[in-house]
């Protein structure tokens, strides 16, 4: 079974599913099906590679997004265990995703409106020539770290040095939900367009526009979280392909 160039099937577009989005589906979608109940060990990774001809790094991407979603375990020296048979509530760090939306939305929302009465020239300068790297940034992983660097950012226009604080502890969490929907919900460009609206707000002096802008963020960041968790793509239950 070959995975490493995969089209999404039944959804119209050009976009092309990922070999770690292809490898995760199966993987989901076998789970999901009782392939591998509750308790069960996965195959090890040099199988699954075999199997399913990805690379290790793919492999170890998908893998690590089945612990994200809470349907396995990884148990240093023993291998990956199913410990659900369906997704609840992805997790990011020490955050759920629900904990960490709803302290979000609490904190990043004020905050922006803040930051449209408070801030300076020097924060909207920082804010510009960041976002204006964003979309310029090819690399995922960079573009990632920028993603939260723009959110601490926000918070620093606020004058407020515990808002900082605030998303400073959330950094990490913050990140890794950033790269999750990046991978799976192909939110980049999205997320930009919702960046430049926050940016015009402040620009503008807007609290309205700014809690506005950040509330559409934050929306749209659920309901790609809520997108993915309810995602029931049809794969293949075994190999299509004579290769094993």
């Known amino acids: 079974m070959n995975l490493s160039d995969s089209q999404t099937g039944g959804v119209p577009g050009p976009r092309r599913v990922s070999a770690?989005?292809?490898?995760?589906?199966h993987l989901r979608g076998?789970?999901?099906?009782?392939?591998y109940a509750i308790g069960d060990k996965l195959p090890s990774e040099a199988e699954l590679c075999r199997t399913l001809e990805v690379s290790r790094p793919v492999l170890r991407e998908a893998l690590r997004a089945l612990q994200t979603m809470g349907l396995t375990v990884s148990r240093t020296g023993r291998g990956t265990f199913v410990v659900a048979d369906a997704v609840a509530d992805p997790t990011f760090g020490d955050y759920s995703a629900g904990d960490l939306l709803e302290v979000r939305?609490?904190?990043e929302i004020p905050v922006a409106g803040y930051a449209a009465l408070r801030r300076t020239q020097d924060d909207l300068d920082r804010l510009s020539a960041l976002l204006e790297r964003m979309e310029r940034e090819?690399?995922?992983t960079a573009w990632v770290a920028m993603d939260t660097r723009f959110h601490l950012a926000?918070?620093?226009a606020s004058q407020n040095p515990v808002f900082r604080r605030v998303i400073e502890e959330l950094r990490d969490a913050l990140a890794r939900q950033s790269a999750f929907l990046n991978e799976l919900g192909g939110r980049r460009e999205q997320s930009d367009r919702e960046h430049r609206a926050i940016l015009q707000a402040l620009i503008a002096g807007s609290e309205q526009d700014a809690t506005g802008a950040m509330t559409?963020?934050?929306?749209?960041?659920?309901s790609t979280l809520a997108d993915i968790v309810r995602r029931a793509r049809p794969v293949p239950s075994r190999p299509t392909s004579s290769r094993q």
Do not use: C, P, Q, S
Request: avoid cysteine; aromatic fraction near 0%.
């Open 20 to 25: 770690m989005e292809a490898v995760l589906a």
């Open 30 to 35: 076998a789970i999901e099906r009782g392939e």
């Open 105 to 107: 939305r609490h904190v």
């Open 138 to 140: 090819t690399d995922t």
């Open 154 to 156: 926000v918070a620093e």
């Open 216 to 222: 559409h963020h934050l929306d749209r960041v659920e």
